[in-house]
Antibody, heavy 121, light 106 residues
């Protein structure tokens, strides 16, 4: 079945960087965009950016433009999200999510299990 | 970016009731609007897309309407499993944006 499996929880100090991985399976990797969305505890959903695995092309939200990089490894079907210069307000669950566009269904149809990134001194 | 505003923030209801949740876009998003349900400790689940089309496996008690800037999600005959947070999301333009969520509670 279609699955996105993310790397485990991370604890980082302010100013450090974090890499979260997202391994796709059960579908053709290059056919669907992967988005990164984060959610602070008890808060809403914040879109960070997108990578088109067929490109690869990336688009980042303006507020993360200078701190985030999204890359991929087609050979393993894995997408990576690097976030630099971490601050305490970056503490959140980070999700990779597949975007499906089809006549029968359009939207974020498959979510990774989430990766908790905690930024604390 | 397109700001999405949901109302109310919290809605207290009872099982078997009918509820309507609202979502307003800061500018027209045509019908490129999706709704998601999120239960505690779970990832969001796609409910509706195209403002009114149900995703696979979504019960018929969930319905949506609207276009342009104003949208609604209606849940008929509320079931216990429907108590959750609901988010709207526009996909008409980058960056994709979400509403802040409506918490449906007993």
């Amino acid at each position: 079945q279609v699955q996105l499996v993310q790397s485990g929880a991370e604890v980082k100090k302010p100013g450090a960087s974090v890499r979260v991985s997202c391994k796709a399976s059960g579908y053709r990797f290059t056919s669907y965009y992967i988005h990164w969305i984060r959610q602070a505890r008890g808060q809403g959903l914040e879109w960070m950016g997108i990578i088109d695995p067929s490109g690869p092309t990336t688009v980042y939200a303006q507020r993360f433009q200078d701190r985030v990089t999204m890359t991929m490894d087609t050979s393993t079907g894995t997408v990576y999200m690097d976030l630099r210069s971490l601050r305490s307000d970056d503490t959140a669950i980070y999700y990779c999510v597949r975007w499906l566009t089809a006549v029968t269904q359009t939207g974020f149809d498959t979510w990774g299990q989430g990766t908790l990134v905690t930024v604390s001194s | 970016e397109i700001v999405m505003t949901q109302s109310p923030d919290t809605l207290s209801v009872s099982p078997r009731e009918r509820v309507t949740l609202s979502c307003r876009a800061g500018q027209s998003v045509s019908n490129n609007l999706a709704w998601y349900q999120q239960k505690p400790g779970q990832v969001p689940r796609l409910l509706l897309f195209g403002a009114s089309s149900r995703a696979t496996g979504v019960p018929v008690r969930f319905s949506g309407s609207g276009s342009g800037t104003d949208f609604t999600l209606t849940i008929n005959n509320l079931q216990s499993e429907d108590f959750a947070v609901y988010f709207c999301q526009q996909y008409n333009a980058w960056p994709y944006t979400f509403g802040q969520g409506t918490n449906l509670e007993i």
